[in-house]
């Protein structure tokens, strides 16, 4: 809350998604209480049936543009908005939906559903970024509760947030995990993806999978070398790659020039 008395608006909005990252939010629990004491909550459908009209301070975006009405919906969130974030890898990669940007969508859309004909989508589903002008992302699938409370509370005092850009690697090393790449031959995503999970996989003696996206500076190319060199085919390393952020740049480029090698 400003000196005076001023609370910021904050709406939350949900394109094509599984609400994992709004559950995030909500499960911040007496921490969200306190959060919410500095903020008026003018729109979360997940959270309140209250409805504030913009144009609000802060807007969340979780899910990614999958439909011409996302289209269209997106640019109005955007206009209503001094700053927009995205969260989770939906909104910030495409999603999990995002794995139908390599097939044919219209057959995709006859197998699954008994009347086509009554379903209108694009043929991508892409992140917000592609649409409109995004002030920061959040990743995760889904995201780490505590970065949001951090993100937001940052962005309320105008700060830069304290958000890591470093590997899982880091953080197996902190947790004293064996690093599995190196003393099994395992295939792992950890030296490519932002830290987050808290080295949750390796942590169960199981590779990274990728859920936070690329890290800064992703070096996939080179990580898809040492997988093969240790005996990982290359549909298995595509499958790797392709799974919450197949979308995101990094990984959708070294998905698609290992099949090429």
């Known amino acids: 809350m400003s000196s ?13 998604s599984c609400d994992g990252c709004q559950l995030s939010l909500l499960d911040c629990e ?13 729109y979360f459908p997940e959270a309140t049936r209250k409805v504030v009209k913009g144009p609000y301070d ?15 919906r997106i640019q109005q969130v955007r206009r209503s908005a001094k700053t927009l974030i ?43 970024a592609e649409h409109v002008p995004v002030d920061f992302e959040l990743r995760g699938c889904p995201v780490q509760k505590y970065h949001l409370i951090e ?29 599995i790449a190196v003393a099994q031959g395992e295939p792992c995503l950890g030296p490519v993806t932002q830290a987050g999970c808290g080295a949750l996989c390796p942590a169960f003696n199981r590779g990274c999978y990728g859920c936070f996206g690329p890290m800064e500076s992703a070096n996939a190319e080179a990580l898809t070398g040492v997988m093969l060199r240790n005996g990982s085919t290359k549909d298995e390393i595509q499958r790797n790659f392709r799974t919450y952020n197949a979308w995101a740049w990094q990984f959708r480029q070294a998905s698609e020039e290992v099949e090429k090698r």
């Open 58 to 72: 802060i807007a969340l975006v979780e899910g990614s543009v999958t439909t011409h009405h996302d289209a269209q």
């Open 4 to 16: 005076n008395g001023y609370k910021p608006k904050v709406a939350v909005f949900k394109f094509a």
């Open 86 to 128: 995205t969260i989770g890898a939906c909104a910030t990669a495409g999603g999990v939906q995002a794995l139908r940007n390599w097939q044919d969508s219209a057959e995709m859309v006859r197998t699954v559903y008994a009347k086509p004909d009554f379903i209108s989508t694009l043929k991508m589903s892409t992140p917000i």
């Open 151 to 179: 993100l937001i509370t940052a962005t309320l005092i105008g700060r830069k947030p304290n958000i890591p850009a470093y590997s899982v690697c880091m953080e197996c090393k902190r947790n004293g995990n064996l690093c």
């Open 30 to 42: 007496d921490e969200l209480l306190a959060v919410a004491a500095a903020i008026e909550i003018c």
